[in-house]
């Protein structure tokens, strides 16, 4: 089954402690995205990858990190969570030529105390 | 720069009324548009496209048409059911430069029908 796949779906943590959340995909897509979505706010693209070793910022990448060493993969890391950062999170995916088609995973619920 | 505005919500109905959700965006170059929805619980699923003005996108009942005049792009279906309740976006895609291959998404509406 095509699918996008995130880990893990819930997570609560405290400031301050490094945490990654995991996205898979298993449908060869070049281009990968994490977003966050917030009340009132909507969906923001955090970073954005086209293809393997290729990343670039989104609209609000502060405080975020990715990687894209294997094309399946695309982690989000967060090195010092902050609270402003709890949120409900989507890794997508797509081929490069059809972006507008992006494939999301089921979301990670992320809260930070 | 590249944005979409969007209907506040939440929109509350009952089974069989008509739906508008507008959309409006600003966009440099010539953007194609989308309708994205959001089931509880679950991740967003494309609904709807139209990549140049005066196409009219389709599916499951719902249409939108691109409007280059208006800058708009509105979500409409003749008569809604219960299983329609559900979030909905409306987004743009760049066209050029560092907007190429980037989606921009509107703040998204809340619909809820009523049996």
């Known amino acids: 089954e095509a699918q996008v796949t995130q880990n893990p779906r819930y997570l609560i943590t405290v400031t301050g402690k490094k945490l990654t959340v995991t996205c898979s995909q298993n449908?060869?897509?070049?281009?990968m995205s994490w977003y966050r979505q917030d009340p009132g706010l909507g969906l923001r693209q955090i970073y954005y990858?086209?293809?393997?070793?290729?990343?670039d910022k989104g609209d609000v990448p502060e405080g975020y990190k990715v990687s894209r060493k294997e094309k399946r993969n695309f982690p989000l890391i967060l090195e010092s969570p902050s609270p402003n950062q709890t949120s409900l999170y989507f890794c997508?995916?797509?081929?490069?030529?059809?972006?507008?088609?992006?494939?999301f995973g089921p979301g990670t619920r992320l809260t930070v105390t | 720069g590249n944005s979409v505005t969007q209907m506040e919500g939440p929109v509350t109905l009952s089974e069989e009324a008509f739906l508008t959700i507008n959309c409006t965006y600003t966009?440099?170059?010539?953007?194609?548009l989308f309708w994205y929805v959001q089931y509880p619980g679950e991740g967003l699923q494309l609904l709807l496209k139209?990549?140049?003005?005066?196409d009219k996108g389709s599916n499951k009942g719902f249409e939108a048409t691109y409007r280059k005049e208006t800058t708009s792009f509105h979500l409409e279906k003749g008569s809604v059911q219960v299983s329609d309740s559900a979030v909905y976006f409306c987004?743009?895609?760049?066209?050029?430069?560092?907007?190429?291959?980037?989606?921009?998404f509107g703040r998204g509406t809340q619909l809820t029908v009523w049996p």
């Open positions: 997508a995916s797509s081929f490069v030529g059809q972006v507008y088609e992006q494939y």
């Open positions: 449908m060869n897509h070049e281009y």
């Open positions: 990858s086209m293809n393997v070793e290729v990343t």
């Open positions: 966009a440099t170059g010539y953007p194609s």
């Open positions: 139209a990549t140049k003005a005066d």
């Open positions: 987004a743009l895609s760049g066209d050029r430069g560092s907007t190429l291959g980037r989606l921009y």
